[in-house]
């Protein structure tokens, strides 16, 4: 096992992370912006009103200019570089809270992504595993 996950880890490129993923809550489309990665939001279990159509606008963003957009589609992550194996100096934008977190992220494998959400240091943060969708 050891020697499949190093001889992935050589052969890794930026890109790689480009694609749709899903967790458990979420569904992101990541994708290359400017010389970083960012990803917009395509589904989540809270997504939508009560009639399950229309979409939850970003009530607790703190700009009040924004307050009225759709979560859908809203780019949350932004910022995400590839640095020595790993995706580092991300910005995770939170819907549900209006707060902006740190993040990095790294490819387990072709398929599986790790992102790690924290406010100041990453041992005090929330890790999500995801599944990229073909």
Not at 28 to 39: D, K, L, N, Q, T
Not at 76 to 88: N, P, Q, R
Not at 89 to 112: E, I, P
Not at 126 to 132: A, E, L, M, V
């Amino acid at each position: 096992m050891l020697i499949s996950l190093t001889s992935f880890a050589q052969k890794i490129s930026p890109d790689n992370i480009v694609g749709v993923w899903q967790c458990v809550d979420y569904k992101i489309e990541i994708f290359r912006s400017e010389g970083s990665y960012s990803a917009k939001l395509l589904w989540s279990k809270d997504m939508f009103e009560t009639d399950g159509k229309t979409p939850k606008k970003d009530v607790k963003n703190p700009n009040e200019k924004l307050r009225n957009r759709s979560i859908q589609g809203i780019v949350h992550i932004s910022a995400l570089i590839f640095k020595d194996g790993e995706y580092v100096d991300g910005k995770l934008y939170s819907v549900q809270d209006g707060n902006t977190y740190s993040l990095k992220a790294k490819l387990k494998s072709f398929n599986d992504l790790e992102t790690r959400g924290y406010k100041g240091i990453p041992m005090i943060g929330k890790t999500f595993n995801w599944k990229r969708v073909r």
